[in-house]
């Protein structure tokens, strides 16, 4: 524990801050108790990783200042989907639903650190179970898949990902959390990017496990704090909608892992490059 860096601390404050102020019933800690705590989680990833040689703050602060803009750019795709008319106060909303949120233009601010947050988080998350993964699952024999089917998965991946857009349906949930990745990781691919198809490729099992891994546990964390949070969201969706762990439907859970992947592959294709991720 010593070797861990200064801010691992600092993270476990903001956070145990963040839950502490909700309860406390103000103001701020309502609003905020949910980006208060990512932000705090990031702390403590990124302070664990410095123990290792592979701390993003340390080593790459810029990067990951980047990578947060690419998280608001992502998260504000996939708002898209789920209320086109997600820039109206009052627009339809598809899957999930917010409750509790201050008026614009506190509102906006609120969107944007949260928001911030995501990619950062869920992506230090697989990089500090990455090397547990790769020891867990070897290596594999790997092989080059044909240019010929990469450009038809990313085809695929179009289709679906330009569907729900045009036919907005609570049915298309799945789609929207897979489209993406058929649609750029086979680019990244192509473009010599870091993507799960070039790790496979080379029989790097380790990221694209590490990748799932931190969607699953990333889930539970996310929606627990959502819980008790004052700003928060709920879900509709069609199949076991009312079996649910804190406020998403236990079946909504499985998305999370494809989730990490898709949000990997985007800021790949946006501004990934082969030294962030090393092995």
Do not use: Q
């Not at 705590?37 to 703050?57: E, F, M, N, P, Y």
């Not at 209320?83 to 601010?109: D, K, N, Q, S, V």
């Not at 990902?161 to 298309?172: E, G, M, Q, R, T």
């Amino acid at each position: 524990m010593s070797s861990w860096a200064w801010w691992t601390w600092l993270g476990f404050g903001v956070i145990a801050g963040a839950i502490a102020l909700d309860a406390a019933g103000t103001r701020f800690g309502s609003l905020y108790l949910t980006p208060m705590a990512w932000t705090g989680l990031i702390l403590v990833l990124d302070g664990w990783l410095d123990a290792t040689g592979r701390s993003w703050l340390r080593n790459r602060p810029g990067r990951l200042a980047v990578m947060a803009v690419v998280s608001i750019a992502s998260w504000c795709l996939f708002e898209l989907y789920d209320r086109p008319r997600f820039w109206m106060a009052h627009g339809p909303e598809l899957w999930w639903h917010y409750h509790g949120l201050p008026p614009w233009p506190e509102r906006g601010i609120g969107y944007a650190w949260s928001f911030a947050t995501i990619t950062p988080a869920v992506l230090l998350l697989a990089e500090l179970l990455r090397p547990w993964a790769g020891r867990l699952l070897g290596r594999g024999r790997g092989g080059r898949a044909p240019d010929e089917l990469l450009w038809g998965m990313a085809a695929v991946g179009a289709v679906m990902a330009v569907l729900p857009l045009l036919w907005p349906s609570p049915y298309f949930a799945a789609d929207v959390w897979i489209a993406w990745i058929l649609l750029l990781d086979p680019l990244n691919r192509l473009r010599g990017r870091p993507s799960v198809i070039g790790d496979l490729e080379g029989g790097e099992r380790g990221r694209p496990a590490a990748l799932l891994a931190a969607g699953l546990l990333a889930g539970p964390i996310w929606e627990s704090l959502n819980w008790i949070a004052g700003a928060h969201w709920t879900y509709t969706v069609p199949f076991a909608g009312n079996l649910k762990l804190f406020e998403m439907p236990v079946l909504g859970y499985f998305g999370f892992a494809p989730f990490v992947v898709e949000c990997f592959a985007i800021w790949s294709f946006l501004a990934g490059r082969r030294d962030d991720f090393p092995v």
